[in-house]
Structures are given as structure tokens and as C-alpha cells.
């Protein structure tokens, strides 16, 4: 059953806030105009419905100015330290991944969410528990050990604890600070993330006794770059924007630092702490972009992605 935003926050702590103004991009539809060029094709989408749970990938999303729909729309509220429960803190809630969750039909604009459905990852035949459940809050308290609700709308100033492991050439070791959210949202930074197959490839050349799978990273997208793309090739597009089919446009903030959740155990894959710090060896522990929104549309399977070399809004 959900719980209401304000009942959390007058049960928990006050949290402070700090988001970039250009994490989150509203309005309408921009003039884009430059030099496009062809820099690969979306391979596989993903939506995570609850925050730090695994999710679905569907072949077509829609892409609204918050981000994706659907995307990070629910998170546990940890009432203890009036804090979103998130598997970067995985002395807590590294068990939330091990549950999977899917909306019980898809999300329309303009509409109000549909129920999402949670269940084990791996299909054990435990029933799945629906968010509009009684019993959803108690299960999972029961399960952690701490009073925990389901939440669809994010506490004014709410953030989590993010505990950094001892990874070389980090600012903190083996600590748990706190991390604070866009506002209005569950998301830790911005609203997509995106990663190519060169940095997966470029990677496991790099260090082939790892498994580098792309579900460690839980992008959103996974672009297949042309063949002869070679190395971190997307940290290039920083700066620029991208065209993905005939109307979405993201605009690229920048590389994605990587968090100890790449190491965690998740659906079939074990805890490798060594994920991480193969990250920071070689590429400043960054792998994938960070991407908002300029122009809103729907995104597929197999559509083009194109580099825009200039941005020129009217």
C-alpha cells in the first residue's frame, strides 16, 4: 500500500537539498540544429519501476521532460532515518536486489500510474505483491528489519546514504555519506543514463577475467556503436546532444561515475567488488553518460542514434 510523501517527511528527518538546475530540463520542444552523425543504434532499453529493484525492458519507451515513464517512479521509505532505501547503501538494502518489478499494465500520458507488481527475481513462485497490497509495506519491513514504505511521490528534500567502498583513488573509503536527489524525483543524478558496447568492450579487453555484463550499470539504454568504435567513446559527446529516432533529443551532461552497486550480486550475477575498482583504474571510474531531456518522444529497439555537433536552441 502506498504512503503519502508528507506523512514520511513528518515521521522522518529533514533532509536538505542540493540539485543542479540542468539536471532536470522542462518546456517545450527545442530548435535543434547542427551536424548530425551517426554514432550507433539503440540495442536494448530498461526501465527500473521501483527504485534499486531490478526491472523490465521493453522494446519501446516513452520519454516525458522528468524522463523516462515509469522510470524510478516508486522507492521504499526507510521511516528510521527518513532517508529513500537504495542498494548504494548495501549494508541495508543490498536484498532489494533481489526483487524484480513490472507495472501491471503500461503507463499512458496523462494518467495517473498503474500498480506496479513485485516479485523475487528469480521466479521462485512466491506470489508477487501489488503496490496497492496492505501487506506490501509490512512484508518488506519484515524483510529488512525496519519499518518501510512504498512510496509514488518523493518527500520535499529527499535523499539516501551512499557508502563508498575502498576503491583506489576515491575521495572516501570504505564511509556512507549522504546523497541528495533531483527534486521531485527518486533518481540519485540525472534522469537517464545511457551506456555503448565500445566502453563494455573496452573493458573486458582491458581486464577479460571480469564479467562486465551490462546489467551491473542498470543503464536505461545500450547503444550498439558502429563497428571500429573503439574505447569510452561516448564521454566524447559531453557537451552535445543526441537524436534517438525522429523526435527524442538528450542532451549529454557528462560521464557516469560508478557506485558500489556494480559490484553487487543481481539476478545472475555474483558480488564482484573488483568491478568497480577496474572502473577506477582505467577510466576514472566512470562508464556511460549521463543524459537529459530536450525534446520528449518515444524510444525503441533499433532506432538510430544520431550526434548532434552543435546545439543552437531559438
Known amino acids: 500500500m502506498l504512503f503519502s510523501a508528507s506523512s514520511a517527511l513528518a515521521e522522518g528527518k529533514s533532509c536538505y537539498r542540493s540539485c543542479p538546475a540542468s539536471a532536470l530540463r522542462m518546456g517545450g ?11 550507433g543504434t539503440v540495442q536494448t532499453l530498461w526501465r527500473y519501476p521501483v527504485k534499486s529493484m531490478l526491472g523490465d525492458s521493453p522494446q519501446r519507451l516513452d520519454v516525458e521532460a522528468r524522463g523516462i515513464r515509469g522510470d524510478r517512479a516508486y522507492a521504499l521509505w526507510d521511516h528510521a532515518s527518513g532517508r529513500v532505501a537504495s542498494a ?7 536484498g532489494l536486489l533481489r526483487y524484480r518489478a513490472r507495472f501491471l499494465e503500461e503507463p499512458v500520458p496523462a494518467a495517473p500510474l498503474p500498480p506496479v507488481l513485485i ?58 555519506n549522504a546523497l541528495e536527489l533531483p527534486a521531485g524525483t527518486f ?4 534522469p537517464i543514463h545511457a551506456i555503448t558496447t565500445a566502453t563494455l568492450e573496452r573493458l573486458r579487453q582491458l581486464e577479460p577475467q571480469r564479467d562486465f555484463a551490462v546489467e551491473r550499470f542498470r543503464p536505461n539504454l545500450l547503444i550498439r556503436t558502429p563497428e571500429g568504435a573503439e574505447g569510452f567513446v561516448e564521454e566524447s559527446w559531453s557537451g552535445s546532444c543526441l537524436r ?5 533529443v538528450l542532451r549529454v551532461d ?23 575498482r577496474a572502473t577506477a583504474r582505467h577510466n576514472g571510474v566512470v562508464a556511460g553518460i549521463r543524459l537529459s531531456v530536450v525534446d520528449t518522444g518515444p524510444v525503441a529497439v533499433g532506432d538510430p542514434v544520431r550526434l548532434l555537433r552543435q546545439h543552437q536552441p531559438p
Open 29 to 39: 520542444p527545442q530548435r535543434i540544429t547542427g551536424v548530425q552523425e551517426l554514432v
Open 88 to 94: 548504494k547503501n548495501p549494508r541495508l538494502w543490498q
Open 119 to 176: 516479485g523475487p527475481q528469480q521466479g521462485d513462485g512466491t506470489a508477487e505483491l501489488c503496490s496497492g497490497d496492505t501487506d506490501l509495506g509490512a512484508f518488506f519491513s519484515d524483510l529488512f528489519g525496519r519499518r518501510v514504505s512504498l512510496l509514488d511521490t518523493p518527500p520535499d528534500g529527499a535523499s539516501l546514504d551512499q557508502y563508498w567502498p575502498p576503491v583506489e583513488g576515491r575521495a572516501f573509503q570504505d564511509e556512507t
Open 187 to 190: 533518481f540519485d543524478a540525472c
Open 244 to 248: 534517438i529516432g525522429e523526435q527524442l
Open 254 to 276: 557528462g560521464g557516469c561515475p560508478r557506485c558500489v552497486v556494480t559490484t553487487l550480486a543481481q539476478g545472475t550475477l555474483g558480488e564482484d567488488l573488483e568491478i568497480l
